[in-house]
């Protein structure tokens, strides 16, 4: 079985902080980790997968299998990113597994 | 210039009453999803349709069905809605099933049973 694990369900950081958002994991095989976000009124869009080790508006991830985790970082927060923010896991059948989710707020 | 649409946004049914739920799509994906998301808690996987081969996840009830009659709908019925049916019910499309073929989600449509 996969399992998701986004231990924070709220995140609040000043404009210009450094954010971090925690995803842990479980999974037997070799995972494919992805990061979606969902901004105030939009849909659920993809932000960035491990496999492209891309930056994407700032933010980067970096699995690690030892400590089975894909942390979402960025240097300095802006307003902008406030959103809503899933951790997803696919497996070897290609079905996608969220975890709950956290709320991210960057305040001014 | 949407490209996964839900309609309706908000629907409301009364305990027991079949509801269905519609997405359509513009993209002309090969794989179509549904997504039950409760508050709080992770979007659930009910059943994916890849083409015309339907694929039902071993927990989603009896009470879930779906149907995709062509490429560009499918369809969530819910046959005697429960209360513990009220949700966000998210459609999602992709291209092909893997890593290489992002997930596009529709706006979701909420679900309230009276």
């Known amino acids: 079985a996969q399992r998701v694990t986004q231990p924070e369900k709220l995140l609040s950081v000043f404009k210009g902080a450094p954010v971090e958002l925690k995803c842990n994991y479980s999974?037997?095989?070799?995972?494919?980790l992805f990061w979606y976000v969902q901004y105030s009124r939009q849909r659920l869009q993809l932000l960035l997968r491990?496999?492209s080790r891309e930056s994407i508006k700032g933010f980067t991830a970096d699995l690690n299998k030892g400590e089975t985790s894909f942390h979402l970082k960025k240097p300095f927060a802006q307003e902008e990113d406030s959103a809503m923010y899933y951790c997803?896991?696919?497996?070897?059948?290609?079905?996608?597994?969220f975890g709950a989710g956290t709320t991210v707020t960057v305040r001014a | 210039d949407a490209m996964v649409i839900q309609n309706p946004r908000y629907q409301v049914t009364q305990f027991g009453k079949p509801v269905t739920l519609s997405c359509s799509q513009t993209?002309?994906?090969?794989?179509m999803y549904w997504y039950q998301q409760k508050s709080s808690q992770a979007p659930k996987l009910l059943f994916h349709?890849?083409?015309?081969?339907?694929?039902n996840e071993a927990d989603t009830p009896d009470n879930f069905q779906s149907r995709r009659p062509n490429t560009s709908f499918c369809f969530l019925d819910i046959r005697s809605p429960g209360l513990g049916d009220a949700a966000m019910y998210l459609c999602?499309?992709?291209?092909?099933?893997?890593?290489?073929?992002?997930?596009?989600f529709g706006n979701g449509t909420r679900l309230t049973v009276t």
């Open positions: 999602a499309t992709s291209r092909e099933t893997g890593v290489n073929s992002p997930l596009h």
């Open positions: 349709y890849y083409d015309k081969d339907f694929n």
């Open positions: 997803a896991l696919s497996g070897d059948d290609y079905k996608l597994s």
């Open positions: 993209l002309n994906h090969n794989v």
């Open positions: 999974y037997s095989g070799s995972p494919e």
């Open positions: 491990h496999i």
